[in-house]
């Protein structure tokens, strides 16, 4: 097993202190204590910076006095790691890892991410195989947004398409392969990055409050000429929105902006000129849904 001290561990949390400590569990049960472990907190309510302080002291804790989203957190300490500098300095760590405080890393996770990245010179960014808490299969890596995609998220028909490529998903069998495979970006819970990536292509966007800051980092990381990759050998266990539930009408609104975002940023005029009312179109359809259920 490879060394983690060329890896630093990002984790932004927002009022989600159990799910925190798991995570952070998690991590130094698999060997954590040997990479640079980073809590950004998002001026959480709930204690959560005392429960760091208190049982991990080891973590670098970065408190900020108000809720910046996730990419501006997670610049917060890659500002930290000093990648607003132009030059590594020394110390730098060659890889990061982000994670969600709803993630809990599984067996040699901490080393095969590095390792990977390590022998795949144009590999900048690697994802992993997510499981819910039960074990059960979660998708983790997607194709970049479409328009189908936006048909799926409201009406999901038809239904045999839904867990297919055309609705951005990888099949099955890759998952199940065990050996990495290209793919657009990985969900945003648990991907790891190259150090000389994040120099060349910059921090994260911070204009993404939440949602869709990994997609755009990702197709930032293509036109600069890297590979993104899953490499689905390596497991993390998700608990899927644990961090968001308690506010889930706001996130949606969030994920929303985001995605608009992203589509002004990256698509043509003619994608945005139809992706907009075929939101709003799937926005009614809910409505309607909803009064009549």
Request: aromatic content about 12%; some cysteine; overall charge positive.
């Amino acid at each position: 097993m490879s060394s983690q001290s060329d890896l630093a561990i990002i984790i932004v949390s927002y009022n989600s202190r159990a799910l925190l400590r798991s995570c952070l569990l998690s991590v130094y049960d698999s060997g954590g204590a040997r990479a640079q472990v980073w809590v950004v907190d998002n001026a959480s309510s709930d204690g959560s910076p005392d429960m760091v302080r208190a049982e991990f002291p080891q973590v670098h804790l970065l408190c900020l006095d108000g809720n910046v989203g996730f990419a501006g957190a997670n610049n917060a300490a890659l500002r930290g790691l000093g990648f607003d500098r132009a030059d590594a300095a020394p110390g730098s760590p060659a890889y990061v890892l982000f994670l969600n405080p709803d993630t809990e890393v599984k067996g040699d996770a901490l080393s095969r991410l590095p390792e990977f990245l390590r022998a795949m010179p144009r590999a900048g960014v690697v994802g992993t195989a997510l499981v819910y808490p039960g074990g059960e299969f979660q998708h983790s890596a997607f194709r970049f947004p479409t328009l189908w995609q936006i048909w799926f998220d409201f009406f999901l028909w038809p239904g045999r398409f839904v867990e297919s490529p055309l609705n951005g998903r990888y099949t099955r069998a890759q998952y199940s392969g065990g050996q990495p495979f290209l793919i657009d970006h990985p969900l945003g819970a648990a991907f790891a990055l190259r150090a000389e990536v994040i120099r060349q292509i910059g921090l994260m966007d911070e204009g993404f409050f939440m949602y869709a800051e990994e997609i755009d980092w990702c197709m930032r990381v293509k036109q600069a000429g890297w590979e993104v990759y899953c490499l689905p050998s390596v497991t993390v266990v998700h608990h899927a929105g644990g961090s968001t539930r308690q506010y889930r009408r706001e996130m949606n609104q969030a994920l929303w902006r985001s995605r608009f975002r992203l589509f002004e940023k990256h698509y043509s005029p003619l994608f945005n000129l139809v992706a907009r009312p075929l939101v709003r179109l799937g926005i009614r359809y809910r409505a309607r849904r909803a009064d009549s259920a």
